[in-house]
């Protein structure tokens, strides 16, 4: 799992990238929960997902923002961090110029982050958001939002009620041709703590719905 440190806004950001199984492998780009609450690039749900995207053919990216782990810098309460995410999908896609599908997934502030950076740039094809901050956080930016994706919910969360998450999809799938999938994991908390197999294999099944989400690299095919 290379170490990869490339130059951000505020400093070095340290990541970890993996390349595809194909030179035109579909890229994503994975985000991590609050950096003032301990949330790195190696917590649980979002190493999970990287490796799912790994497992699946992906070019797949994750890195800790500012002020976390080796990354320099200090947190800015999403500002700065919405500019390290950036940085990093630069630097993603100039990795893998031959790529034209790009998914960006994130936990939690990391789904606040991802989901602005997807107002900003037009190549993210689709979105994984996993626990979105939607009492804390203000998410009225996507109206409408420009690329179809997956919510993945608790129904036990205990920090964003799931009719909350409800309302924000019904207020933003407003643009024709996106779907915005909501998958409420029975029993799940926030942090999916007794319920993340049960959270990957939903992402694993939108994906296997999706024209490029990539098989298992066996069935892959030129």
């Avoid at 994975?30 to 997902?49: D, I, Q, S, W, Y």
């Avoid at 390290?84 to 502030?109: H, K, R, Y």
């Avoid at 009225?140 to 799931?162: D, M």
Wanted: aromatic share 8%.
């Amino acid at each position: 799992m290379p170490e990869v440190i490339i130059n951000g806004p505020a400093g070095r950001l340290e990541c970890r990238y993996m390349p595809g199984a194909t030179s035109d492998a579909p890229t994503a780009l994975v985000l991590h929960p609050e950096p003032h609450k301990n949330g790195t690039m190696n917590n649980r749900v979002t190493f999970a997902t990287y490796k799912l995207f790994q497992a699946r053919g992906f070019s797949v990216m994750r890195f800790n923002f500012r002020g976390v782990g080796r990354s320099q810098g200090s947190f800015e309460q999403g500002e700065g961090e919405l500019a390290d995410a950036a940085t990093a999908m630069d630097w993603l896609q100039a990795e893998c110029p031959s790529s034209n599908v790009c998914w960006i997934a994130g936990f939690s502030f990391g789904s606040w982050i991802g989901m602005q950076l997807m107002m900003r740039r037009p190549e993210i094809t689709g979105f994984i958001s996993l626990s979105p901050p939607a009492t804390t956080h203000d998410f009225t930016f996507l109206a409408p939002c420009p690329a179809s994706g997956l919510i993945v919910q608790g129904s036990e969360n205990e920090q964003v009620p799931a009719q909350r998450v409800q309302a924000l999809v019904e207020k933003i799938s407003k643009q024709k041709g996106v779907i915005i999938d909501i998958d409420l994991i029975n029993g799940a908390n926030h942090f999916f703590s007794t319920h993340l197999d049960e959270a990957m294999e939903s992402v694993t099944r939108y994906l296997d719905r999706t024209d490029d989400g990539r098989n298992m690299p066996s069935d892959l095919k030129e």
